[in-house]
């Protein structure tokens, strides 16, 4: 029993809000080794002779698909929850490291997308449950298109935004009025059955006029039948957003408690792929959460991903820090990141933190490219599950990786 927070709900009577990521320990990829190639099979690569890593999505489907240089994107951070400076970091660090950045909901700041012009930059722009901030220009300015599919990300959980939270630069860019809460329902409202997703995934390829790609997110949760769902509904990739991803302003205990670990995530998704023939109608698969360093973007490619969202990781690379932790759902940050203050804003410089998040991602890349050509791959399309090996029975178990000793996967995983 937790003394402390029963008392503090006995003295308050209210929920307490989220700053970041659970705190629970959870069964992870740092309990997977990677396999050097030597003797059986291929022998490693030569670093310097180039290893791919660039990722394409919506290729079959889209005139113009959505092309990243290195596996990685940055999750969208609704304006409003984090200030204008961040979003420019986000904006121009991807632009300069060749991937994408999200707008989450509530719309796109026009200073991105004269980013996204000048530094050839790559936008995620969401369709969300409220439609905040969504018009027809913002739609066709994105290089990809995301279903959200619920509210709060893997929280599945109606939104407030309280009115003294909100400015009049958000209020704006929302279309909404000033001096009132917002609430973000926690679905679709037109979405009640899952033949309505692949309505959705057609509008929005009808008003981008089949230019870009559509992705679907998910939280973690039935994820073999859910993600078979939104591959059979069209769409050109589906994102799984797991338990360890941050959820910012959110309840504790969804963000405790509401989702499945990433680890046991790519053993139903890629059966979920294969009962829906993803391979062959060229579905993406992208997950997020947890993910912080090359390793661990190695091992998560090598169980199925295409692509990885790096939440958390992101936030940091510009500067949040442990010292602001408990302030984002405040919109205290120190940091200048969580926050729409004018005095606390200031304290970032979007193009040094944007510089810093491509410095990031570039070192992340290239961790990624000495362990696949240590692996004996010269392609991160080449990584399979049998570049790893399991160090405890729970992760073979979660995963169907083979377990290192025993040196094969689980006989549950046989059948």
């Known amino acids: 029993m937790n003394e402390k927070e029963v008392q503090r709900k006995a003295a308050s009577g209210a929920v307490r809000l989220s700053s970041g990521g659970p705190g629970r320990p959870l069964p992870g990829l740092w309990s997977l080794s990677i396999c050097p190639a030597q003797l059986a099979g ?113 929280g599945c959980s109606t939104g407030l935004w309280r009115q003294e939270r909100t400015t009049e630069a958000q209020s704006r860019l929302w279309g909404m009025p000033a001096g009132k809460d917002w609430v973000v329902p926690p679905a679709h409202l037109d979405m009640e059955f899952p033949e309505d997703l692949k309505q959705h995934v057609n509008l929005l390829r009808e008003v981008t006029d089949h230019r870009v790609p559509v992705i679907v997110k998910l939280g973690a949760s039935r994820v073999q039948a859910e993600v078979r ?29 509401a989702g499945v670990p990433l680890l046991a995530v790519f053993g139903p998704a890629r059966r979920a792929f294969e009962e829906a023939g993803a391979k062959e109608r060229g579905t993406r698969l992208l997950v997020s959460g947890g993910i912080s360093d090359g390793a661990e973007a190695f091992k998560a490619l090598a169980l199925g991903a295409d692509a990885i969202g790096l939440p958390e990781a992101s936030r940091v690379a510009i500067g949040c820090s442990e010292a602001g932790a408990g302030d984002c759902h405040a919109g205290k940050c120190p940091a200048g990141i969580a926050t729409t203050d004018p005095r606390l804003e200031a304290m970032l410089d979007w193009k040094s933190a944007g510089q810093a998040l491509a410095n990031y991602l570039a070192a992340l890349n290239d961790e990624l490219k000495l362990l696949t050509a240590s692996a004996g791959h010269t392609t991160i399309h080449a990584i399979t599950a049998e570049d790893l090996r399991a160090l405890t029975y729970d992760a073979a178990s979660l995963s169907g990786v083979k377990l290192a000793g025993y040196d094969r996967v689980l006989p549950m995983w046989m059948h």
Not at 57 to 75: D, H, N, Q
Not at 230 to 247: F, H, K, R, T, Y
């Open 42 to 154: 291929r022998l490693p690569a030569d670093i310097f002779e180039g290893v791919e890593t660039d990722v394409v999505i919506g290729e079959k489907t889209s005139g113009s698909p959505l092309s990243l240089m290195a596996p990685f994107f940055v999750p969208g951070s609704p304006f409003g929850e984090v200030g204008r400076n961040a979003r420019l970091a986000f904006a121009y660090g991807t632009a300069l490291a060749g991937v994408a950045f999200g707008t989450g909901e509530g719309g796109v700041l026009p200073e991105e997308v004269e980013i996204c012009r000048r530094f050839h930059g790559r936008s995620l722009v969401s369709w969300g449950p409220a439609r905040h901030g969504v018009t027809l220009d913002f739609l066709r300015a994105g290089d990809a298109v995301v279903i959200e599919a619920f509210g709060h990300g893997r």
């Open 229 to 257: 769902l939104a591959v059979e509904s069209g769409a050109d990739a589906v994102w799984v957003e797991a338990l360890e991803s941050p959820l910012y302003g959110a309840p504790d205990v969804l963000v405790e408690e």
